[in-house]
């Protein structure tokens, strides 16, 4: 008789039970599994058994987790007696054929066991290695089987001030003995209701023009005033190299562009604040305001007059400092270090290797004396304990974090995925497109939850890939890749049409890259004002949130249990249906993805979501149907639009793209609506 795969169900009983008892055979090999743990798998769709004559010859047993769209290979075991028939393979090729849309088998295996040919022959690479948790420390291969998809990973409110170099017109505007005409201008920068808000910093260029100055009393008057400024010192090689970068793109530019001296000191200022870790630049110089698109596209820069910093400091803040909106609401708050408090943080944060309290505490002084103008962030919870701290500075278009570390706390690791994504997020903002987390040392849970986010190991830091792509596969991978070239590492190739579980790790892994045309559904959900408030405070609250709800990147909302096609993984709009009072709501304000889609009763899926969630037993119990069942919406990484669209703005953007639209309950809609709104609500003009 042939031998035939058969996924085991849940009913199937006698299957099961033969499975356990071939299973316990091989314990000592295999590991121990309790008969909950089949039954599960075969609930989840994880038991696939080799069947001859009603007798189990093997079988996988392999979890399909819901985070993630890979398989976990958890048992791979054939009888001893019928080895050599090929079942093992059997088994392998019959998890690709009934989930090709995942992209690999991951397992893991002891070394001593000696069992890399197998592995190999069935296909498995090496996939590195941990030491196990058993007595002995055993070393655990780690073995992969790629499945033919993009492999992206590896299992792996705020007084800051805006910080603002000037150029020599503007100091000289504000610290010089002779009044200059229209100085008026650079001196609104030192206007009182500014002392709170401005900084003003100098770089290397600046002394140079006034070491030039031919009148010695002006040339000494303006080396003294240079004590009210900050004084910022980037790295010299580094200067030089993103001044030539700056000079070939402005010629490219601007062919008619005279190529001497005075433009050479001009892009040095762009260069220099961009070493330095900052992003706007004041000038009253028409060539330098001439050069702006370039300095932006190249450096990262702003360039900007005066009076766009007075006019228009909350916009230019938010390049520099970031406001966490996820904790606003809690009881956590963030601030910047002070000085000479590094001392007291030596006690909270995790220190290895040569990275001791001393050389820890000294690292951290280094960040706010050293050449860059870092920004030092620090989390406490609601009784001032520190539980996070990271420090940031923007180089160009790459984040740089040199410090990433988390305090043991029961949120430890809810923290540690919280800051992976406050820190993509503030390099959103500040148009940076790579992160790099250059700590020799950062936090345990950090780097076990950066693999989940895109990081990826790149001489020896951890680095993610930020693609602002909206788009087709083609073009999300055309970014991704000159971003790769510029890191000299892989990339990998997207294609139109991939299934929805590829393209959701694709564009968890490169977010905010969405790929419009993949399998991946979108989703229009209704939500009313009370939960986008207590959610995603839009409309802002007045009261606390629960601190776990504040600094979790995942959340749940309830509805009716009726089915409107609903399938996971997705892409959600929210869409709040009214307005707390005349003329507001009735506007999509953010999108989300979407991880889990479960039907129960109210009691069950509280008890499940309380972590999660803002509404009480009763409020769940209210969302059920007349079934007595409520539908509940795992989601996450919710990004809140800057600009929301409007009923208006929705309704004509259906309308041009010829759809229909329902407002009334959770409905489908195209891809192509989604990009159109998504794009909307990022549009800055």
């Given at each position: 008789?042939?031998?035939?795969?058969?996924?085991?169900?849940?009913?199937?009983?006698?299957?099961?039970?033969?499975a356990?008892a071939?299973?316990d055979?091989?314990?000592?090999?295999?590991?121990?599994?309790?008969?909950?743990?089949?039954?599960?798998?075969a609930?989840?769709?994880?038991?696939?058994a080799?069947?001859?004559?009603?007798?189990?010859?093997?079988?996988?047993?392999?979890?399909?987790?819901?985070?993630?769209a890979?398989?976990?290979?958890?048992?791979l075991?054939?009888?001893?007696?019928?080895?050599?028939?090929?079942?093992?393979?059997?088994?392998?090729?019959?998890?690709?054929e009934?989930?090709?849309?995942?992209?690999?088998?991951?397992?893991?295996?002891?070394?001593?066991?000696?069992l890399?040919?197998?592995?190999?022959?069935?296909?498995?690479?090496?996939?590195?290695?941990v030491?196990g948790?058993?007595?002995?420390?055993?070393?655990?291969?780690?073995?992969w089987?790629?499945?033919?998809h993009?492999?992206?990973?590896?299992?792996?409110?705020?007084?800051?001030?805006?910080?603002?170099?000037v150029?020599h017109?503007?100091?000289?505007?504000?610290?010089?003995?002779?009044?200059?005409?229209?100085?008026e201008?650079s001196?609104?920068?030192?206007?009182?209701?500014m002392?709170?808000?401005?900084?003003?910093?100098?770089?290397?260029?600046?002394?140079?023009?006034?070491?030039?100055?031919?009148?010695?009393?002006?040339?000494q008057?303006?080396?003294?005033?240079?004590?009210?400024?900050?004084?910022?010192?980037?790295?010299?090689?580094?200067v030089d190299?993103?001044?030539?970068e700056?000079?070939?793109?402005?010629?490219q530019?601007?062919?008619?562009?005279?190529?001497?001296?005075?433009?050479?000191?001009?892009l040095?200022?762009?260069?220099?604040?961009s070493?330095?870790?900052?992003?706007?630049?004041?000038?009253?110089?028409?060539l330098?305001?001439?050069?702006?698109?370039?300095?932006w596209?190249?450096?990262?820069v702003?360039?900007?007059?005066?009076?766009?910093?007075?006019?228009?400091v909350?916009?230019?803040?938010?390049?520099?400092?970031y406001?966490?909106?996820?904790?606003?609401?809690t009881?956590?708050?963030s601030?910047?270090?002070a000085?000479?408090?590094?001392?007291?943080?030596?006690?909270?944060?995790?220190?290895?290797?040569?990275?001791?309290?001393a050389?820890?505490?000294?690292?951290?002084?280094?960040?706010?004396?050293?050449?860059?103008?870092?920004?030092?962030?620090?989390?406490?919870?609601?009784?001032?304990?520190?539980?996070?701290?990271?420090?940031?500075?923007?180089d160009?278009?790459?984040l740089?974090?040199?410090?990433?570390?988390?305090a043991?706390?029961?949120?430890?690791?809810?923290?540690?995925?919280?800051?992976?994504?406050?820190i993509?997020?503030?390099?959103?903002?500040?148009?940076?497109?790579?992160?790099?987390?250059?700590?020799?040392?950062?936090?345990?849970?950090?780097?076990?939850?950066?693999g989940?986010?895109?990081?990826?190991?790149?001489?020896?830091?951890?680095?993610?890939?930020l693609?602002?792509?909206?788009g087709?596969?083609?073009?999300?991978e055309?970014?991704?890749g000159?971003?790769?070239?510029?890191?000299?590492?892989?990339?990998?190739?997207?294609?139109?049409?991939?299934?929805?579980?590829?393209?959701?790790?694709?564009?968890?892994?490169?977010?905010?890259?969405k790929?419009?045309d993949?399998?991946?559904p979108?989703?229009?959900?209704?939500?009313?004002?009370?939960?986008?408030?207590e959610?995603?405070?839009?409309p802002?609250?007045?009261i606390?949130?629960?601190?776990?709800?504040?600094?979790?990147?995942?959340?749940?909302?309830?509805?009716?249990?009726?089915?409107?096609?609903?399938?996971?993984?997705?892409?959600?709009?929210?869409?709040?249906?009214?307005?707390?009072?005349?003329?507001?709501?009735?506007?999509?304000?953010?999108s989300?993805?979407?991880?889990?889609?479960?039907?129960?009763?109210?009691?069950?899926?509280?008890?499940?979501?309380?972590?999660?969630?803002v509404?009480?037993?009763?409020?769940?119990?209210?969302?059920?149907?007349?079934?007595?069942?409520?539908?509940?919406?795992?989601?996450?990484?919710?990004?809140?639009?800057?600009?929301?669209?409007?009923?208006r703005?929705?309704?004509?953007?259906?309308?041009k793209?010829?759809?229909p639209?329902?407002?009334?309950?959770?409905?489908?809609?195209?891809?192509?609506?989604?990009?159109?709104?998504?794009?909307?609500?990022?549009?800055?003009?």
């Amino acid at each position: 008789m042939a031998i035939k795969l058969v996924s085991v169900s849940p009913v199937q009983d006698e299957l099961i039970e033969k499975a356990i008892a071939l299973g316990d055979r091989y314990t000592k090999t295999l590991g121990l599994l309790t008969p909950p743990a089949y039954r599960k798998a075969a609930e989840d769709g994880g038991l696939l058994a080799a069947v001859e004559a009603d007798e189990v010859l093997g079988y996988a047993l392999f979890g399909l987790p819901k985070r993630s769209a890979r398989i976990r290979l958890a048992h791979l075991c054939v009888a001893e007696e019928q080895r050599g028939r090929g079942i093992a393979r059997r088994l392998v090729k019959g998890i690709r054929e009934r989930y090709p849309q995942r992209l690999g088998i991951k397992a893991k295996c002891r070394r001593d066991y000696n069992l890399s040919g197998m592995w190999r022959s069935l296909g498995f690479v090496p996939d590195g290695e941990v030491r196990g948790r058993g007595r002995d420390g055993e070393i655990l291969d780690g073995w992969w089987l790629d499945l033919g998809h993009p492999d992206l990973f590896t299992e792996m409110e705020s007084d800051a001030l805006l910080v603002v170099t000037v150029d020599h017109g503007v100091f000289a505007d504000l610290r010089g003995l002779v009044d200059m005409a229209d100085a008026e201008e650079s001196r609104a920068l030192e206007a009182g209701w500014m002392a709170d808000l401005v900084e003003l910093a100098y770089t290397p260029q600046l002394v140079h023009e006034i070491r030039d100055l031919p009148d010695t009393a002006e040339r000494q008057h303006q080396r003294v005033a240079l004590t009210g400024l900050r004084k910022l010192s980037p790295d010299l090689a580094a200067v030089d190299e993103r001044s030539r970068e700056l000079l070939r793109a402005a010629t490219q530019a601007m062919p008619d562009l005279t190529v001497d001296v005075g433009l050479q000191f001009r892009l040095r200022y762009v260069a220099e604040t961009s070493c330095a870790g900052l992003q706007v630049l004041a000038t009253r110089d028409s060539l330098l305001s001439r050069l702006a698109d370039v300095a932006w596209e190249v450096a990262r820069v702003r360039v900007v007059s005066p009076s766009t910093v007075t006019l228009h400091v909350d916009e230019l803040r938010q390049a520099q400092v970031y406001r966490p909106a996820d904790l606003m609401g809690t009881e956590f708050r963030s601030g910047e270090v002070a000085p000479d408090a590094e001392d007291e943080l030596v006690a909270f944060f995790h220190q290895s290797g040569g990275d001791d309290g001393a050389a820890f505490a000294e690292r951290l002084r280094s960040l706010n004396e050293g050449a860059v103008a870092w920004r030092r962030e620090l989390l406490r919870d609601g009784q001032g304990r520190p539980v996070a701290l990271y420090a940031w500075a923007l180089d160009g278009r790459t984040l740089v974090v040199p410090v990433l570390r988390t305090a043991g706390h029961p949120l430890e690791q809810t923290l540690a995925r919280q800051l992976l994504f406050l820190i993509k997020r503030l390099g959103r903002d500040c148009g940076a497109e790579i992160i790099r987390i250059i700590d020799p040392h950062p936090s345990e849970a950090a780097r076990s939850a950066a693999g989940d986010d895109g990081f990826f190991e790149h001489d020896g830091r951890l680095v993610a890939l930020l693609v602002n792509v909206c788009g087709a596969a083609a073009e999300v991978e055309a970014a991704a890749g000159g971003l790769a070239r510029e890191l000299t590492a892989d990339t990998t190739a997207l294609r139109a049409g991939m299934p929805a579980e590829v393209a959701a790790v694709v564009e968890r892994a490169w977010w905010p890259a969405k790929v419009i045309d993949s399998k991946l559904p979108s989703f229009l959900v209704p939500i009313k004002p009370r939960w986008s408030t207590e959610l995603f405070n839009v409309p802002a609250m007045l009261i606390p949130r629960s601190d776990v709800l504040g600094i979790s990147r995942e959340h749940v909302y309830y509805r009716s249990s009726g089915r409107r096609g609903e399938s996971v993984p997705a892409r959600l709009l929210w869409y709040v249906s009214e307005g707390n009072s005349p003329g507001e709501g009735q506007m999509v304000v953010g999108s989300s993805r979407l991880d889990e889609v479960l039907i129960d009763t109210p009691d069950t899926l509280f008890s499940k979501f309380e972590h999660l969630g803002v509404y009480g037993r009763a409020e769940v119990q209210e969302a059920a149907d007349a079934s007595g069942r409520a539908m509940a919406l795992r989601f996450s990484d919710t990004e809140i639009f800057p600009k929301p669209v409007t009923l208006r703005r929705l309704t004509f953007l259906t309308k041009k793209l010829g759809l229909p639209l329902s407002l009334i309950s959770l409905s489908k809609i195209s891809s192509e609506l989604f990009q159109a709104v998504y794009e909307e609500g990022h549009r800055t003009t």
